[in-house]
């Protein structure tokens, strides 16, 4: 099991409500990530970071932010909850190889969000 | 998008026999990866086979990789129940943005009855 974390695993919530998503990992990874996965479909990167203070926006666009202040911690926001947002939510780590690519990411549980 | 896309979409076989997965992509990459996600769950990488690679094995995983065809294979032997699960094709390749990133496809959805 890897050692990342994510809060809450299932949340309900009322259209127009801020959530934040929780992530945390414990490898000392200096780059994280946010995916989202529809059922049954792929995953879709919304967010990464490459290390502390460093966030860029992914392939598929999304109306959440992220903040990188800690190594360890990669939260993303909602400032209002739609329908439309209602997916999985998968957060990922993985250990920077120097002028290499990626190598392999680990994965939290994920959380599910369904918006009412 | 070197968008990498799984053959089947759904399998199911009997407990004991052989599970082949395959997968496609459309440029150029640095490593393909093939990870496991149980239902509901966050994905467990299975192995990483590197473009100057053609095979590898990881216990009852064999991975092809055929840079020519851009595709690649995933081979379960000797199934069990417990390998249940969805797996996906994770392609490393140089983004828009000049930095690596992983494009996952869609995944196969693996069924082994007991």
């Known amino acids: 099991e890897a050692d990342i974390y994510q809060t809450p695993r299932y949340l309900v919530i009322g259209t127009g409500k801020k959530i934040t998503l929780e992530c945390s990992q414990t490898?000392?990874?200096?780059?994280m990530y946010w995916y989202q996965q529809d059922p049954g479909m792929e995953l879709h990167l919304i967010h990464y970071?490459?290390?502390?203070?460093?966030?860029e926006k992914g392939d598929l666009s999304s109306e959440s932010t992220v903040s990188r202040i800690r190594t360890e911690h990669f939260p993303l926001t909602l400032e209002s909850a739609r329908p439309s947002h209602t997916s999985q939510y998968l957060c990922?780590?993985?250990?920077?190889?120097?002028?290499?690519?990626?190598?392999?990411?680990?994965f939290g549980p994920g959380t599910r969000l369904l918006v009412l | 998008s070197q968008q990498g896309e799984e053959d089947p979409q759904a399998l199911s076989i009997q407990e004991g026999e052989n599970a082949t997965m395959n997968c496609s992509y459309k440029?150029?990459?640095?490593?393909l990866q093939w990870y496991r996600q149980n239902s509901g769950r966050g994905l467990v990488h299975l192995i990483l086979?590197?473009?100057?690679?053609r095979e590898k094995h990881s216990g009852r995983l064999r991975v092809t990789l055929d840079t020519s065809k851009k595709s690649s294979s995933l081979l379960i032997t000797a199934s069990r129940a417990a390998d249940t699960a969805s797996y996906f094709c994770?392609?490393?390749?140089?983004?828009?943005?000049?930095?690596?990133?992983?494009?996952f496809g869609k995944g196969t959805k693996l069924s082994v009855i007991p």
């Open positions: 086979i590197r473009s100057n690679e």
């Open positions: 994770a392609t490393a390749g140089l983004s828009g943005a000049g930095s690596y990133q992983l494009t």
């Open positions: 490898m000392g990874h200096d780059k």
């Open positions: 440029t150029s990459i640095n490593n």
């Open positions: 970071s490459y290390g502390v203070n460093s966030t």
């Open positions: 990922a780590s993985s250990e920077s190889v120097l002028g290499g690519p990626q190598e392999t990411q680990y």
